[in-house]
């Protein structure tokens, strides 16, 4: 039984669907590095540059408006969220990731397709620039491989 972090599934394949990708911009140095690591991720499983959209939001509070909006169209296989929530001197962190949580999920219930909470809620930078492509892993990358996952397990029901 693993512990964290999936193996690398190389059977994932992206097919010939459109993918959207939201990104908060409060923490950018983060978020954009689990941008790309979810970008590269969906190339590396089979996505053409066009089959993915990138969307940017002010916070990590703003994404699971866009996404909802976004899975409502119907033209998405997946829509992966990511951001940073850092703890600071106040409790804003805990309103907002309980809301993003919350809200995400309502998304993907919704309107029936994955939808991904790649959020770091982390205490401070560090804990933070690990899980962004440091000594932790790159959970726009996990992130990314979920969607996959989740993806496939749809397509599979949907064929049966
Ligand atoms: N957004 C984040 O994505 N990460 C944060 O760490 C973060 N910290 C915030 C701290 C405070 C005190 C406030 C008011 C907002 C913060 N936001 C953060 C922004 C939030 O997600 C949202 O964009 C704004 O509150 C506007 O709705």
Redesign the pocket.
């Given at each position: 039984m693993g512990k964290g972090a999936p193996e690398i599934q190389e059977s994932l394949t992206a097919g010939d669907g459109q993918y959207a990708v939201v990104v908060?911009r409060?923490?950018d140095a983060i978020?954009f590095k689990l941008r790309d690591g979810a970008v590269e991720t969906l190339k590396r499983h089979g996505a053409a540059h066009e089959q993915i959209e990138v969307y940017y939001?002010?916070?990590?509070?703003?994404l699971p408006m866009l996404a909802d909006k976004l899975a409502a169209t119907g033209r998405y296989e997946a829509v992966i969220c990511l951001?940073?929530?850092?703890?600071?001197e106040?409790m804003?962190?805990e309103y907002?990731n309980h809301a993003v949580a919350h809200g995400i999920m309502n998304a993907a219930c919704d309107h029936g397709i994955p939808v991904m909470f790649g959020?770091l809620t982390c205490m401070n930078d560090k804990q933070a620039m690990d899980r962004a492509g440091g000594l932790v892993g790159n959970k726009g990358v996990e992130a990314a491989q979920a969607a996959l996952e989740m993806v496939g397990v749809y397509r599979s029901l949907a064929e049966s």
């Open positions: 908060a409060w923490n978020t939001v002010p916070g990590s509070f703003e951001g940073a929530v850092i703890q600071g106040t804003h962190h907002i959020v």
